[in-house]
Nanobody, 121 residues
C-alpha cells in the first residue's frame, strides 16, 4: 500500500495561486495513476485533475485553464499548480494514487489525509 502526504494548502485571496504537493512512498512502488480530488462540506468528493503514466491529463471543466497537474517520477511526487483561484475552489484537496491505469477511483487506490485550501473573496 502506498502512503501519500499532501502539503501546500493554505489561505489565499481570490486571484492568487497555490501549489499543492503529494509525496508518495515507498519510492519504488509502481504507481500508474495519480490525481487530485476535492470535497466541500455537504458535497460529494469530485475529481479535480488526473494523470496516468504514458497518457495525458484530465481536468474538471471548472479548473481547466487555471490548474495544472504534473508529476515528478524521480521524486515520486505529484503537484497541482492552482492559478487564478476562486472562492468556489475552497475545499479539502486529496491526493489519490493507484497501481492501475484508471480514470475512476478503485478499491486498490490510496488516499492522502487531505490539505485545506481556502480562497477568500
Amino acid at each position: 500500500q502506498v502512503q501519500l502526504v499532501e502539503s501546500g494548502g493554505g489561505l489565499v485571496q481570490a486571484g492568487g495561486s497555490l501549489r499543492l504537493s503529494c509525496a508518495a512512498s515507498p519510492s519504488d512502488f509502481s504507481i500508474r495513476t495519480m490525481g487530485w480530488y476535492r470535497r466541500t462540506p455537504g458535497k460529494a468528493r469530485e475529481l479535480v485533475a488526473l494523470i496516468i503514466s504514458g497518457g495525458s491529463a484530465n481536468y474538471a471543466d471548472s479548473v481547466k485553464g487555471r490548474f495544472t497537474i504534473s508529476r515528478d517520477n524521480a521524486k515520486n511526487t505529484l503537484y497541482l499548480q492552482m492559478n487564478n483561484l476562486k472562492p468556489e475552489d475552497t475545499a479539502v484537496y486529496y491526493c489519490y494514487a493507484d497501481r492501475i491505469a484508471t480514470t475512476v477511483t478503485t478499491s486498490s487506490g490510496s488516499w492522502g489525509p487531505g490539505t485545506q485550501v481556502t480562497v477568500s473573496s
